[in-house]
């Protein structure tokens, strides 16, 4: 079994920073891609960043230049660091990891998610 946990979600006001954190743990022998999605009320889950194993990243054009993926493959941890946020940033996070098992067999595993509100 795999588990991945987030923090740091909370309610923020515009043009505010905050720096969510996703830790795995469980028979993991190594997690190749690990992302950040976010679902806001009514709307299509949406990928935010992906990062690679080699820290390659890809960015929604939304969050271009304002948000940062980072990871800490030793840890099996991935970063969130969010700058300049809008009211229409506020959405469930939702961690992702592609994980290869102690077992190497393979599975996708998502957190279960954090809540982030930007609001005055």
């Known amino acids: 079994q795999v588990q991945l946990v987030e923090s740091g979600g909370g309610l923020v006001q515009p043009g505010g920073s905050l720096r969510l954190s996703c830790a795995a743990s469980?028979?993991?022998?190594?997690?190749?891609?690990m992302a950040w999605h976010r679902q806001a009320p009514g709307k299509q889950r949406e990928l935010v960043a992906d990062?690679?194993?080699?820290?390659?990243?890809n960015y929604a054009d939304s969050v271009k230049g304002r948000f940062t993926i980072s990871r800490d493959n030793a840890k099996d941890t991935v970063y969130l660091q969010m700058n300049s946020l809008k009211p229409e940033d506020t959405a469930v996070y939702y961690c992702?990891?592609?994980?290869?098992?102690?077992?190497?067999?393979?599975?996708?595993?998502w957190g279960q998610g954090t809540l982030v509100t930007v609001s005055s």
């Open positions: 990062i690679t194993r080699g820290g390659n990243t």
């Open positions: 992702y990891g592609s994980v290869v098992l102690t077992t190497f067999g393979y599975l996708e595993v």
């Open positions: 469980g028979s993991i022998f190594s997690i190749s891609a």
